[in-house]
């Protein structure tokens, strides 16, 4: 599921709950923890519909818009017994494992599975010098660029607006 109502919660339940074996509830990382409301709902849902099997949540950075999201959300994810969590930077590490509203089974910090890809062999001609990805959206850092060489050619986007030619094999 990728949002709220996506309908899948049922089937993936009955599907749950008609195996004997143990099985660990997966959620998705790669967003983050709560100040975009719909990714805090979908994961409250998920803890609600799963309540006796482990939960484990991928790599997220936790960023709450003010106190009362980050404990009316706590109070939801306290209601399951066996929660994991996995965080990608020391700062959201440390927002859970010290705000002490949080009980959790387990809280790791680890890689991001996107940082583990590795060297990538390009398929086509680099068309820059430069390509800068730079978020737009809410979890953006703001920051400045750099100058950069005026004989490099450069271009800055967004990740989500990047594409990439597909190369020749």
Not at 150 to 155: A, P
């Amino acid at each position: 599921c990728s949002d709220i109502n996506c309908g899948k919660f049922e089937e993936a339940k009955e599907v749950v709950n008609n195996v004997s074996e143990p099985v660990v509830v997966l959620a998705s990382g790669g967003g983050n923890f709560c100040n975009w409301i719909s990714g805090c709902a979908l994961r409250e849902k998920l803890i609600q519909a799963f309540p006796d099997r482990d939960v484990l949540v991928f790599p997220q950075s936790v960023k709450f818009d003010d106190k009362q999201q980050m404990e009316t959300h706590a109070d939801i994810m306290n209601m399951h017994p066996n929660v994991t969590y996995l965080f990608r930077d020391h700062q959201s590490y440390e927002i859970i494992v010290n705000s002490g509203i949080f009980r959790y089974n387990n809280a790791v910090l680890c890689p991001d599975a996107a940082m583990q890809i590795g060297m990538i062999q390009p398929t086509t001609i680099p068309t820059h010098d430069v390509v800068w990805l730079k978020r737009k959206d809410k979890e953006s850092l703001y920051s400045e660029l750099p100058t950069f060489p005026r004989n490099l050619t450069t271009v800055v986007e967004d990740w989500v607006d990047t594409r990439t030619p597909k190369g020749q094999n």
